[in-house]
T-cell receptor, first 107, second 118 residues
């Protein structure tokens, strides 16, 4: 199985900050990586697919990059609605595993 | 518009079998490349991928749960069913189904919380 490790697990930031979350895969997964945002009591929402493609309707302040084993999700200027938990998921091979999550909190 | 909704019991007893149904609209499970997957999330914990079934009836399971899971589809009813045997309190979680196509999980159901307790 491919393990995904996100860092950091917790992140405290302020509105307007630029933040970056990293997802590392235990083996190469090409660009088969997605990023999700999850708010309490809600289903995950797709933000980025194929490592760097922004899902329709997602604000352009979100961006993704990387390939192989290291990936990043960047939010260029945090907005109040961005405080949530973020997950990466690999779709290179089964099981389609998730990272452990990064909780983004207001400083 | 693609929608999915999970249904099933909210409470099951230890050792019982859980049966969850995902009813969807806006896509067909007879379309090439389309699949429906199941993912769960224990309270306060991370997402865990469980199983996936494709339009051609190909099935994939989490290796750690494979012996307990069965996924099936009824294309005519637009439903996918997940069964999990020998339920334990550690299986308490919100269970989600999700639509997948071309290697991406595009949309998720709202989730259903299943509690395992005697």
């Amino acid at each position: 199985d491919i393990q995904l490790t996100q860092s950091p697990s917790f992140l405290s930031a302020s509105v307007g900050d630029r933040v970056t979350i990293t997802c590392r895969a235990s083996q190469g997964i090409s660009s088969y990586l997605a990023w999700y945002q999850q708010k309490p009591g809600k289903a995950p929402k797709l933000l980025i697919y194929a490592a760097s493609t922004l899902q329709s309707g997602v604000p352009s302040r979100f961006s993704g990059s990387g390939s192989g084993t290291e990936f990043t999700l960047t939010i260029s200027s945090l907005q109040p609605e961005d405080f949530a938990t973020y997950y990466c998921q690999q779709l290179n091979s089964y099981p389609h595993s998730f990272g452990q999550g990064t909780k983004l909190e207001i400083k | 518009q693609i929608t999915l909704k999970e249904s099933g019991p909210t409470l099951v007893k230890p050792t019982q079998t859980l049966t969850l149904t995902c009813t969807f609209s806006g896509f067909s499970l007879s379309t090439s490349g389309v699949g429906v997957g199941w993912i769960r999330q224990p309270p306060g914990k991370a997402l865990e991928w469980l199983a996936l079934i494709y339009w051609d009836d190909a099935k994939h399971y989490s290796p750690s749960l494979k012996s307990r899971l069965t996924i099936s589809k009824d294309t005519s009813k637009n439903q996918v069913v997940l069964t999990m045997t020998n339920m334990d309190p550690v299986d308490t979680a919100t269970y989600y189904c999700a639509h997948t196509h071309s290697g991406t999980y595009w949309g998720w159901g709202q989730g259903t919380l299943v509690t395992v307790s005697s």
